[in-house]
Nanobody, 127 residues
Framework: QLQASGGGLVQAGGSLRLSCVAS????????RAWFRRAPGKEREGVSF????????YYADSVKGRFAISRDNAKNTVYLQMNSLKPEDTAVYYC??????????????????????WGQGTQVTVSS
């Protein structure tokens, strides 16, 4: 299972760091990702990190502001979010599945490809 944390209320321009801890499976061989769902919108891929090959991908809307990283010793993935904007307000979810399922730079955005999901953490950015 996945346990996400770190959300909260922050002013525009501020920062937050989300964490997602994995348990119950060998997360070292799993790719990890962050998705978000804003009110009235569909869930969208925010960022992805490969198991240990250094691959990282980002949605265009967060490039240059967000950074994904992982600490395999702690079974944890982080999403550092800087220069937050009101449009970043959403429930953020972490996800995981076998890295071999993601062979290109587009497949990671497809939420149906992920088996493990965290419970979501609310991020609210005020203007």
């Amino acid at each position: 299972q996945l346990q996400a944390s770190g959300g909260g209320l922050v002013q525009a321009g501020g920062s937050l760091r989300l964490s997602c801890v994995a348990s119950g499976f060998d997360s070292d061989i799993y790719a990890r990702a962050w998705f978000r769902r804003a009110p009235g919108k569909e869930r969208e891929g925010v960022s992805f990190i490969g198991e240990n090959d250094g691959r990282t991908y980002y949605a265009d809307s967060v490039k240059g502001r967000f950074a994904i990283s992982r600490d395999n010793a702690k079974n944890t993935v982080y999403l550092q979010m800087n220069s937050l904007k009101p449009e970043d307000t959403a429930v953020y979810y972490c996800a995981a599945d076998l890295a071999r399922k993601f062979k290109d730079d587009m497949s990671w955005k497809k939420d149906y490809k992920y088996y493990y999901w965290g419970q979501g953490t609310q991020v609210t950015v005020s203007s």
